[in-house]
């Protein structure tokens, strides 16, 4: 079994970054495929990004790329969203989710963290 638990959301403004980080137990966490989800209020969950077992290759949603970086330290059980240059449309709880068998950008993941708020201000 892997738990995972996001942290490091919060109110930023806009163009401003955050480092959102999401940490897991369980040994199993290196052997697995990381993905970032986000979901605004009233509106669908979207994939933001993945990253292989072994950190490369990773993948983005349009939305963000350029913008956003994901990567993991598995000696730290822990996988990370970089996000810069913050937009309002970036609103959202962010979650992180490991262990998908099927598409990194799918919702197929088998496990799922509980969410960290993202908030930019205009």
């Known amino acids: 079994q892997v738990q995972l638990v996001e942290s490091g959301g919060g109110l930023v403004q806009a163009g401003g970054s955050l480092r959102l980080s999401c940490t897991a137990s369980g040994r199993t966490f290196r052997s697995y495929p990381v993905g970032w989800f986000r979901q605004a209020r009233g509106k669908e969950r979207e994939f933001v990004a993945a990253v292989t077992w072994s950190g490369y290759p990773t993948y983005y949603a349009d939305s963000v790329k350029g913008r956003f970086t994901i990567s993991r330290d598995n000696a730290k059980n822990t996988a990370y969203l970089q996000m810069n240059s913050l937009k309002p449309e970036d609103t959202a709880i962010y979650y992180c989710?490991?262990?998908?068998?099927?598409?990194?950008?799918?919702?197929?993941?088998?496990?799922w963290g509980q969410g960290t708020q993202v908030t930019v201000s205009s």
């Open positions: 989710a490991a262990g998908t068998s099927g598409g990194l950008t799918g919702y197929d993941y088998r496990y």
